[in-house]
């Protein structure tokens, strides 16, 4: 089946300073999706975003898809913006998540 | 806010029992997924219900089922409950197959 790797893993900053994150997927995607989840386990749509760049304020997302990564980029960041970010594809019509990057924005 | 809703929001079982997960979502989104969430890990695709037949499942046991009513709204069954079977449980709505995916707040299930 599909694999799908995030980095970092893990990441620390400190508020203020910008961040990308990456999602390598392993075969041909019809969708991809970043999520945030909040310490509840809330899964928070970012982008949906299987080609192409988007923004949404500090937020801004890439997908080539003919290399088969995405990247989320995080600028000016914020002590809200820790939680887990999960990168998603679906080869079909199934979401198969990433193993996650854990951000934790200290002030 | 998502439209999905779930409930309930946290549920505590005893090995072997049965337990029924709940999930509805905003008119139109015909197509729901369910989710299996250990701690510290990815979700893992359970089962897809799409207009009410069963569109694809994952790595999952017969005791782990499902059903998807005509208001589209949908149960997760799972019988004979494991100490493993503890996660969350997420439930996704899309408006069709290949469409966005919104999660609702999820089912901690706690099995003692």
């Known amino acids: 089946g599909i694999q799908v790797e995030q980095s970092p893993p893990d990441l620390i900053l400190q508020e203020g300073a910008n961040s990308t994150l990456r999602c390598n997927f392993s075969?041909?995607?019809?969708?991809l999706q970043w999520f945030h989840q909040n310490p509840w386990g809330q899964l928070i749509n970012l982008f949906y975003i299987p080609s192409g760049t988007k923004q949404n304020g500090r937020l801004s997302a890439t997908t080539v898809a003919t290399e088969r990564y995405s990247l989320l980029y995080i600028s000016s960041s914020q002590t809200t913006d820790s939680g887990v970010y999960f990168c998603?594809?679906?080869?079909?019509?199934?979401?198969?998540f990433g193993t996650g990057t854990r951000l934790q924005v200290f002030p | 806010e998502t439209g999905v809703t779930q409930s309930p929001t946290h549920l505590i079982k005893t090995r072997g029992q049965q337990v029924t997960l709940r999930c509805s979502s905003q008119s139109g989104h015909n197509t729901v997924s369910w989710y299996q969430q250990a701690l510290g890990q990815g979700p893992q695709f359970i089962f897809q219900?799409?207009?009410?037949?069963?569109?694809g499942r994952g790595n999952f046991p017969p005791r782990f089922s499902g059903l998807q009513f005509p208001n589209y709204s949908s149960e997760l069954n799972v019988n004979a409950l494991e100490l493993d079977d503890s996660a969350l449980y997420l439930c996704?709505?899309?408006?069709?197959?290949?469409?966005?995916?919104?999660f609702g707040q999820g089912t901690r299930l706690t099995v003692v």
């Open positions: 996704a709505c899309s408006l069709g197959l290949d469409s966005e995916a919104f």
């Open positions: 998603a594809v679906a080869p079909t019509d199934k979401l198969i």
């Open positions: 219900y799409y207009r009410e037949e069963e569109n």
């Open positions: 075969d041909s995607v019809n969708n």
